[in-house]
């Protein structure tokens, strides 16, 4: 059975419903056009994983397991992805639903998969943030400009030491971030548009690429160590 969590009037701004123990979640989008729609699963504070993008008003069905590293309640957050209205708040809302029985009459997509290596290097540092909470506190932070280029660029190399990325991108046109070492216009795990800011899941330390769709400005990006 379907219970009401949250109806959020979708937004610019990630919008987090209350804690719930539900793994099973449904969306009802209250507007009539196509509109890209960013949703991750997190704890109210900090997200986890990549975003999920949908691209459709239909009602759709999510599957997102609790974090296995002691936490007992998840939150989902949501926003709007299309850069054409990141300007402003859109009005439009999103009824979510939750439930802990799988759906029989429905056909869920379970991104727990593609976040499994995330969750799990989570799970392997919560101990030790639990024992020495100075191992996950950064000391310091640098900050370099990286000029924007329509050719791959590496926006950070790997850095075991990492504790965090930050991205503020300056540029005229949109930045396609991925996480490896090559980024397309079709391969990125996030994009961010002029005045755009994102922070990387914490606990990834690989190196992080990306490629602009037009020249013109350049994106800060600050390392925590």
């Known amino acids: 059975m379907w219970n009401l969590l949250s109806e959020i009037s979708i937004s610019t701004q990630w919008d ?41 008003n239909n009602p759709q069905v999510l599957y997102f397991k609790r974090p296995p590293f002691g936490l007992t309640d998840q939150c989902i957050a949501v926003r709007t992805g299309d850069r054409a209205y990141r300007t402003y708040s859109l009005g439009w809302k999103i009824k979510i639903f939750v439930t802990n029985d799988e759906p029989e009459s429905e056909h869920p997509v379970d991104f727990s998969t593609q976040q499994a290596q995330i969750l799990n290097l989570l799970e392997e540092l919560m101990p030790l943030a639990r024992s020495n909470p100075a191992a996950v506190v950064s000391t310091a932070a640098t900050s370099t400009p990286v000029t924007a280029a329509i050719t791959n660029t590496v926006l950070s190399a790997a850095n075991p030491n990492r504790k965090g990325l930050i991205f503020y991108s300056a540029a005229s046109g949109t930045l396609y971030v991925n996480l490896g070492e090559t980024a397309s216009l079709t391969d990125y795990s996030f994009n961010l548009g002029a005045g755009d800011y994102q922070e990387l899941p914490f606990g990834y330390v690989g190196a992080v690429s990306g490629i602009w769709d037009a020249a013109g400005g350049s994106v800060f990006v600050t390392e925590l160590s």
């Open 16 to 56: 987090w419903t209350p804690p719930t123990t539900g793994e099973w979640f449904r969306f009802e989008f209250e507007f009539l056009q196509e509109v890209k729609v960013d949703i991750v699963q997190g704890d109210g504070l900090a997200l986890y994983g990549v975003p999920i993008r949908v691209t459709t």
